[in-house]
């Protein structure tokens, strides 16, 4: 069948308005244009080249409306396939599809997607701070936010630097700018003396009612893991996640066979066959992909479908090195699915509104993706250009020995 609505552009801008995005632009010939986030946090050159290298060029004349076709295309039809590059590739031109055609249908994406499955959807922010004084001003401030789920990260006494927390301020940027990665410090024995402590003060302080999750980043190992999990029964977390790497995600029955804590994974996975084992033998609460990191709506669904059989959870990943265009699509899926629990917002710099103005709102505590067209996320490519790329990283960590620990 001829196709209706042609692809005639595809076109990246990296940008850097506090840090860095990938931005796929899709434009069609009737004159839609639909945008894609595609960032990876470190590599942005490397997703950059792949979709304007090899992925946008036979992008063009390309049937727009065809998005499972096309992912396919892109999926099944390279020989070199799957890992985070090549899926926030297809992860990006997946969103701008998606939003060209909820603009053709002058809807909002969660309604292509079967419409509203809920009315609005829970969201947690990040609190941070060195010390417990410093972490429960921070804490103060969501709740007067108006957030009702907070994940919290502290400092480690002995440690010089501790990933996702500043000494000086209740935020933190995931990668830092310049040449070459940060190296901070880790010592797992201090963590597990502190972690429980500190989180059991959390909770004192806070009551019952508010949401408290907490994030390890993978630095653990199943005995580690499982005695922390033991030891945090007592503070009832929403979640404690990334509890140890998951190349191996049979490992974590250990913990599973010893604590009723709900576990979250999965922002390092890119395919729904990096979830499978997971998911199938139930080894975690949440799962917790990017849209774009895993190849963007249309696969994500499949990611969901498959996690709505095991009573698994979604809980997608959305730090503040994902664009808006990303926290949109991840909106419009959050909204349109039943087995969806809750959305990370981390927040964004002010300079991030010059360049994308995003139209999704919260409210007490509550995210909504908006009802304009297609994702509701403009880009301003004239604002983009004046913030140029900057090379940054995120930090690797070493043990107390020296020897490189793992994210
Ligand atoms: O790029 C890495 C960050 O996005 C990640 O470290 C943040 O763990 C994170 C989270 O849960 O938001
Ligand atoms: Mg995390």
Known sequence: MPANRTITAAEVFVSSPSRNYVTLKITTSDGLVGYGDATVNGRE?????????????????????RIEDTWQFFYKGAYWRRGPITMAAIGAIDMALWDIKGKAADMPVYQ????????????????????????????????????RAVRVQFGVPGLEKVYGVTREAATYEPAGRGIGPVTEDWDSAAYLRTAPQMLARVRDAVGDELHLLHDVHHRLTPSEAARLAQDLEVVRLFWLEDVMPAENPQLLR????????????GEV?????????????????????????AGGISHMRKILALAEVFNVQGAPHGPSDVSPINMAASLHLGLATSNFAIQEHMGYDPLVS??????????????????????????????????????????????LDGSVKDW
């Open 354 to 399: 010059e360049v994308f103005t995003s139209h999704y709102t919260f409210n007490d505590g509550y995210l909504h993706p908006s009802d304009k067209p297609g994702l509701g996320v403009e880009f301003d490519e004239k604002a983009a250009r004046k913030f140029e790329y900057r090379q940054a990283y995120l930090p690797v960590a070493r043990n």
């Open 269 to 293: 996975f890119n395919t729904i066959w990096d979830c499978q084992q997971i998911l199938t033998e139930r080894l975690v609460d949440y799962i917790r992909c990017a849209v774009v990191h």
């Open 254 to 265: 250990q913990v599973r066979n010893q604590s009723t804590i709900p576990l979250a994974i």
């Open 45 to 65: 050159l490397s997703v950059a080249s792949y979709l304007k290298d090899h992925l946008c060029p036979a992008l063009i004349g390309r049937d727009a409306e």
């Open 112 to 147: 292509l997607l079967g419409g509203a499955a809920r009315d609005k959807i829970l969201t947690y922010t990040h609190a941070t701070g060195w010390g417990f004084e410093e972490l429960m001003d921070s804490v103060a401030q969501r709740q007067t936010e108006g957030f």
